[in-house]
């Protein structure tokens, strides 16, 4: 698709419709913009805007849409778009359309920041000319015309941005594990996982994709997709998976040592006790890793040294101090019941936890049975806290009490927990109910802890 004195429109004005514009506009199309809500400050692009209602002759005689991420496709919008034979495409989309470079593209319900931040770092070791963008919080199109022949963009995806892909093929993908989440978008869990596994939906039979073979759900899609497929896991190394002669590509495991070991081989790479990133999750974000920076060309030993060396991310089980002998971390970005399962699996004492939020059509008892008898507090806050509530009752888990504010949570958990406890922030929500985003979340979280005497 050509944008060059094409008539273009971006719909949402938030930070990946702003990047949209931008390089359209560098594409020499005529851009307009629009968002539903009339009453926003929409930024001053120097293109028209459109707020809330829109003409629609205007609207009728475009060329193309770009959606953002957060405007779902199923809007009225977008059904008059489709109508008039307006295609709709996504950020994602637009930017792999002026990709020069090799790109590397990561999805799955969780994991996906650690794994795209770790896989960025990795590959920067070996090539400098490396970026890292999509739903980790840098647009993919405020980078892509920096690109080249030589480049290699590593892309964290999210569900909504698979949404909306049309020609997008990484040179390497990996699905790190799908378990429910976004349910009052996707409508049914099979949506959901059509929109995670179409991150393969372009590659050909020489790409490769990463695949979780913990996960029944990716072992079984693992048959029918068009390209290569490695398998990962955490439980020791997984049986020779029945796929179509030159299709299974040996993968990594870890074994009952904690050692990352190559499947093909048995070699321990390294143990895991030796990086800053602990349980079972992170071996597996570890190897997704590894294998796609293998598959990019990194040398073992760069890759090995960059894992040893790498720090976790910022909101994902984050310790943030030591007061009076209780250790306090963030896992803000916690936003679904599984990837809170994965915070409190990673505790290894007693711990007050602070939890709810938005909810976005989870179900928490699986959370709540997690718990193994390590929660000695549940701390509830937020639009979900009766239902939260209401499943621990159900799964006979009565140790919890309310909160109004995410100040008082921890003021609360300050004064319960005792030397050698644990409190964490693993709210098992979205945000947006009290937040705007799980970032301010745990920036406040962190704020109030530090500020506890």
């Known amino acids: 698709m050509q ?10 004005l938030g930070k990946s419709g702003v990047a949209a514009c931008g390089l359209l506009k560098q594409m020499e199309a005529h851009v307009s913009l629009y968002d539903a809500n009339e009453n926003m400050d929409a930024p001053d692009m120097g293109v028209p805007v459109y707020l809330g209602g829109y003409p629609e002759d205007v609207f009728a005689a475009f060329d193309c849409a770009v959606f953002s991420p957060g405007v779902p496709t199923d809007i009225p919008l977008a059904s008059f778009l489709k109508r008039n034979g307006v295609p709709i495409i996504g950020e994602i989309e637009l930017a792999y359309l002026a990709e020069r470079g090799r790109v590397v593209g990561i999805t799955g319900t969780n994991g996906k920041t650690t794994t795209t931040t770790l896989v ?14 999509g739903n980790i919080g840098n647009p993919y199109t405020k980078e892509v015309l920096k690109s080249s022949p030589e480049s290699v963009t590593v892309a964290e995806i999210s569900s909504f941005q698979l949404e909306t892909i049309d020609t997008f093929a990484p040179d390497v993908s990996a699905v790190l594990n799908i378990t429910p989440d976004h349910l009052n978008r996707h409508r049914t869990m099979e949506n959901y996982i ?12 020489k790409q490769l994709c990463v695949l979780n073979y913990g996960d029944s759900v990716l072992r079984e899609r693992a048959r029918t997709l068009p390209c290569r497929v490695a398998f990962f896991s955490s439980k020791g ?9 030159g299709k299974y590509c040996p993968g990594m495991y870890k074994d009952a040592a904690g050692n990352i070991c190559m499947e093909d081989s048995g070699e321990a790479l390294l143990n895991q006790k030796e990086t800053r990133l602990p349980g079972d999750h992170n071996a597996e974000n570890i190897m997704a890793a590894l294998l796609m920076a293998f598959e990019m060309g990194v040398p073992k030993e760069t890759a090995v040294r960059v894992v040893k060396q790498f720090s976790p991310v910022e909101h994902r089980v984050e310790f943030v101090r030591t007061l009076s002998g209780v250790d306090y971390y963030n896992d ?6 599984d990837a809170a399962i994965k915070g409190i699996q990673s505790m290894d004492r007693r711990t007050v936890l602070i939890g709810g939020g938005y909810d976005k059509g989870g179900d928490f008892g699986d959370w709540i049975r997690s718990f193994d008898g390590k929660v000695k507090k549940l701390l509830l806050l937020g639009a979900t ?3 939260i509530a209401d499943d621990a009752e159900k799964n006979g888990f009565t140790e919890y009490q309310f909160a109004d504010t995410l100040e008082e949570a921890v003021r609360v958990a300050h004064e319960l927990a ?13 945000s947006w109910d009290m937040f705007k985003s799980y970032e301010e979340r745990g920036n406040l979280f962190k704020e109030y802890v530090n500020a506890l005497r």
């Open 3 to 12: 944008f060059k004195e094409k008539e273009v429109l971006v719909v949402g």
């Open 120 to 133: 960025g770092e990795i590959i920067k070791a070996h090539n400098e000319n490396t970026f890292v963008v």
């Open 194 to 205: 059509d929109a995670k596994m179409s991150i393969t939906r372009n590659q050909s039979e």
């Open 237 to 245: 190394k997984p049986e020779r998976h029945t796929l179509p002669e």
């Open 332 to 337: 803000s970005k916690g936003t679904n019941p």
């Open 385 to 387: 806290k009766e239902k």
């Open 418 to 430: 005792e030397e050698g406890d644990a409190v964490l922030l693993s709210p098992a929500c979205a």
